[in-house]
Protein backbone atom coordinates (compact mmCIF):
# COMPACT_ATOMS: atom_id res chain seq x y z
CA UNK A 1 0.00 0.00 0.00
CA UNK A 2 1.53 3.80 -0.77
CA UNK A 3 2.32 5.78 1.62
CA UNK A 4 1.61 9.47 1.59
CA UNK A 5 3.43 11.95 3.73
CA UNK A 6 2.25 15.61 3.94
CA UNK A 7 4.88 18.47 5.38
CA UNK A 8 3.38 21.72 6.09
CA UNK A 9 5.69 24.67 7.48
CA UNK A 10 6.47 28.00 8.03
CA UNK A 11 9.94 29.51 8.28
CA UNK A 12 11.64 32.28 10.65
CA UNK A 13 12.43 35.01 9.05
CA UNK A 14 16.10 34.94 7.30
CA UNK A 15 16.73 31.04 6.79
CA UNK A 16 15.50 30.85 3.63
CA UNK A 17 19.17 30.54 1.85
CA UNK A 18 19.88 27.68 4.23
CA UNK A 19 15.89 26.15 3.95
CA UNK A 20 16.88 26.21 0.50
CA UNK A 21 19.63 24.51 1.02
CA UNK A 22 18.81 21.60 3.03
CA UNK A 23 15.24 21.31 1.31
CA UNK A 24 17.16 20.76 -1.97
CA UNK A 25 19.47 17.76 -0.44
CA UNK A 26 16.43 16.59 1.29
CA UNK A 27 14.42 16.17 -1.69
CA UNK A 28 17.58 14.79 -3.48
CA UNK A 29 17.70 11.83 -0.49
CA UNK A 30 13.73 10.96 -1.34
CA UNK A 31 14.56 10.90 -5.33
CA UNK A 32 17.50 8.32 -4.43
CA UNK A 33 15.37 6.17 -2.43
CA UNK A 34 13.19 3.24 -4.52
CA UNK A 35 9.99 3.10 -3.90
CA UNK A 36 9.38 7.05 -4.95
CA UNK A 37 6.68 7.71 -6.37
CA UNK A 38 6.59 11.71 -6.29
CA UNK A 39 7.64 15.01 -4.10
CA UNK A 40 6.98 18.25 -4.91
CA UNK A 41 6.74 21.05 -2.97
CA UNK A 42 4.12 24.09 -3.00
CA UNK A 43 4.84 27.83 -1.23
CA UNK A 44 1.21 29.47 -0.47
CA UNK A 45 0.46 33.26 -0.76
CA UNK A 46 0.87 33.46 3.05
CA UNK A 47 4.16 31.86 3.37
CA UNK A 48 3.23 28.62 4.23
CA UNK A 49 4.79 25.59 2.30
CA UNK A 50 3.79 22.28 1.46
CA UNK A 51 5.46 18.75 0.83
CA UNK A 52 3.83 16.20 -0.21
CA UNK A 53 5.63 12.88 -0.41
CA UNK A 54 4.35 9.62 -2.10
CA UNK A 55 5.93 6.34 -1.97
CA UNK A 56 4.68 2.86 -3.31
CA UNK A 57 5.05 1.27 0.20
CA UNK A 58 5.94 1.49 3.75
CA UNK A 59 9.46 -0.03 3.72
CA UNK A 60 10.26 2.86 1.33
CA UNK A 61 8.86 5.48 3.19
CA UNK A 62 10.74 4.41 6.07
CA UNK A 63 14.27 4.21 4.53
CA UNK A 64 13.68 7.78 3.55
CA UNK A 65 12.32 8.57 6.43
CA UNK A 66 15.04 7.09 8.83
CA UNK A 67 17.90 8.14 6.51
CA UNK A 68 20.99 8.95 8.98
CA UNK A 69 21.12 12.15 6.51
CA UNK A 70 17.60 13.07 6.25
CA UNK A 71 17.55 12.96 10.26
CA UNK A 72 20.15 15.46 10.58
CA UNK A 73 18.35 17.87 8.06
CA UNK A 74 15.42 17.10 10.68
CA UNK A 75 17.04 18.16 13.53
CA UNK A 76 18.30 21.27 12.10
CA UNK A 77 14.99 22.49 10.46
CA UNK A 78 13.55 21.95 14.11
CA UNK A 79 16.54 24.09 15.68
CA UNK A 80 17.06 26.40 13.38
CA UNK A 81 14.18 26.81 10.36
CA UNK A 82 10.94 25.95 11.27
CA UNK A 83 8.66 28.53 13.63
CA UNK A 84 6.20 25.33 13.16
CA UNK A 85 5.30 22.40 11.69
CA UNK A 86 3.16 19.62 10.99
CA UNK A 87 3.42 16.15 9.43
CA UNK A 88 1.00 13.96 8.10
CA UNK A 89 1.38 10.19 6.72
CA UNK A 90 -1.48 8.14 5.53
CA UNK A 91 -1.93 4.46 3.52
CA UNK A 92 -3.61 5.46 0.48
CA UNK A 93 -6.63 3.41 0.60
CA UNK A 94 -7.79 4.90 -2.80
CA UNK A 95 -6.37 6.30 -6.27
CA UNK A 96 -7.42 7.54 -9.44
CA UNK A 97 -6.16 9.68 -12.04
CA UNK A 98 -7.60 11.36 -14.75
CA UNK A 99 -4.80 12.79 -17.59
CA UNK A 100 -6.16 14.21 -21.30
CA UNK A 101 -4.75 13.27 -24.28
CA UNK A 102 -2.84 16.11 -26.10
CA UNK A 103 -3.01 14.08 -29.08
CA UNK A 104 -6.67 14.55 -29.14
Request: aromatic content about 10%.
Amino acid sequence: MAILTVFRSRLKAGVEELYDTLAEEASVLARQTPGLVEEKTFTAADGERATIVLFANRQSHEVWRDHPRHREIQTIGRTQLYAEYHVYTAEVDYSQSFVVDALS
